[in-house]
Nanobody, 123 residues
C-alpha cells in the first residue's frame, strides 16, 4: 500500500509560480508511475501530468504543456509539479496518484490518491 500526501498549494497571482510536492510512503514508490490531477468545483477530476516509474518519460495535458513540469526523486519517495505562468483557470484542488500503467490519463486507473492541495490563482 502507498500513502500520498500533497503540499505546496496556495494563493498566487496570475503569471506566478508554485511547486507542488507529493510525499509517498512505502517501499514500492519506484514501482509506480505517478500522476497529477486536478478538480475544480462542479467539475470532474482531470489529468494534468504523469511520469514513468523511472522518470524517463513524461506526459502532459495540452493545457499545461510548456507551463508545468513533473518530476520525481525515487530515492526520496517524492513527486513534484512545477507550475509556471499560472492562470485563473488553473484554480483547483490538485491530487497526486499512482498507477501501474504509463501513461494513463484516466483517474480510474490510479490505485492510490492523496488528499489534495488547493491552488488558487487570482486575476
Amino acid at each position: 500500500q502507498v500513502q500520498l500526501v500533497e503540499s505546496g498549494g496556495g494563493l498566487v497571482q496570475t503569471g506566478g509560480s508554485l511547486r507542488l510536492s507529493c510525499a509517498a510512503s512505502g517501499r514500492t514508490f519506484s514501482s509506480y508511475a505517478m500522476g497529477w490531477f486536478r478538480q475544480a468545483p462542479g467539475k470532474e477530476r482531470e489529468f494534468v501530468a504523469a511520469i514513468h516509474w523511472r522518470g524517463i518519460s513524461t506526459s502532459y495535458a495540452d493545457f499545461v504543456k510548456g507551463r508545468f513540469s513533473i518530476s520525481r526523486v525515487n530515492t526520496k519517495n517524492m513527486l513534484y509539479l512545477q507550475m509556471n505562468s499560472l492562470k485563473p483557470e488553473d484554480t483547483a484542488l490538485y491530487y497526486c496518484g499512482c498507477t501501474t500503467v504509463f501513461p494513463d490519463t484516466n483517474p480510474g486507473a490510479y490505485e492510490y490518491w492523496g488528499q489534495g492541495t488547493q491552488v488558487t490563482v487570482s486575476s
